[in-house]
């Protein structure tokens, strides 16, 4: 689904990305990890277009998506989780869940001035996908809390699914599990394994905890000081004397 082709980020004449080739097959939960400062997030930040690489292309699908903006890629079904937005803490979990995306804005407000009917049956069907959300989700407890008063788990919980109500196709997920309880962090992995088997989803995951990658990710890429230095089951990986080493020199 995803081909990363020998991808470069530098800044100020430091490669954060050094020649990093990668692919995501459809349907996988692909773990990326690797030391602090490998280059995770970077590469990840390149991929959804929140930086433009150096060098390299990105492909989905076969198509070239090389420096397309991130609005761009979520019409082609690819997203990258980010902590959930401050502005959105006011607003409950299911009204953050019913949030139009902001490039679909100008439509709906033209339909209210050609078709309120049509805007009342959006709106209804809306609400029907974000009740699907919950019920997926099984946080049907907070749905009428406000998000800022939700855990740091939660909030992530949440996250997913606003990726379920855009349909996305491919899920970057960044550090899914830092500050989240182990309970919370089963409980997320069971939704992305679900999403995973019952949706469709593809994923990518940068995660820390190696029993969470070990339970969800078939492949685990590894990147060690900008580039990829492997890739295997995790005990493949675990047992490779280079990632070892490249763990150790941290
Ligand atoms: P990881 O996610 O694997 O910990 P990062 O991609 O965050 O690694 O960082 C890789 C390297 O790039 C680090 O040395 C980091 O300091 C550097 N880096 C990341 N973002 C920037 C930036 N915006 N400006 C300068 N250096 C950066």
Redesign the pocket.
């Known amino acids: 689904m995803i081909e990363v082709k020998n991808l470069s980020k530098s800044?100020?004449g430091?490669l954060?990305?050094n020649d990093a080739s990668l692919k995501i097959e459809t349907g996988s939960i692909t773990g990326l990890v690797?030391?602090?400062?490998?280059?995770?997030?970077?590469?990840?930040?390149v991929i959804a277009g929140v930086?433009a690489p150096t060098d390299g292309q990105v492909l989905l699908d076969g198509q070239d998506i090389t420096g397309l903006a991130p609005h761009e890629l979520f019409h082609r079904g690819l997203l990258r989780t980010f902590q959930i937005a401050h502005e959105f803490s006011s607003l409950t979990v299911r009204e953050n869940l019913m949030m139009v995306p902001a490039d679909q804005m100008g439509e709906t407000l033209w339909k209210t001035w050609t078709n309120p009917s049509a805007v009342r049956a959006q709106e209804e069907q809306t609400r029907a996908k974000a009740d699907d959300v919950i019920e997926f989700l099984e946080i049907s407890h907070v749905a009428d809390e406000l998000a800022g008063n939700l855990s740091g788990g939660q909030k992530k919980l949440l996250e997913l699914g606003r990726t379920m109500m855009v349909d996305a196709k491919i899920v970057f997920l960044d550090e899914v599990g830092a500050g989240v309880n182990r309970t919370l962090l089963n409980t997320i992995g069971d939704a992305i394994i679900r999403l995973n088997q019952e949706r469709g989803y593809t994923f990518c995951v940068?995660e820390h905890d190696m029993d969470f990658i070990g339970r969800l990710c078939d492949p685990v890429i590894v990147?060690a000081e900008?580039g990829v230095l492997a890739e295997g089951t995790l005990d493949e990986i675990k047992a490779n004397e280079q990632v070892i080493e490249a763990y150790l020199g941290t």
């Open positions: 800044f100020s430091f954060a990305v690797g030391p602090n400062g490998a280059g995770k997030t970077t590469l990840f930040n930086h940068i990147m900008g």
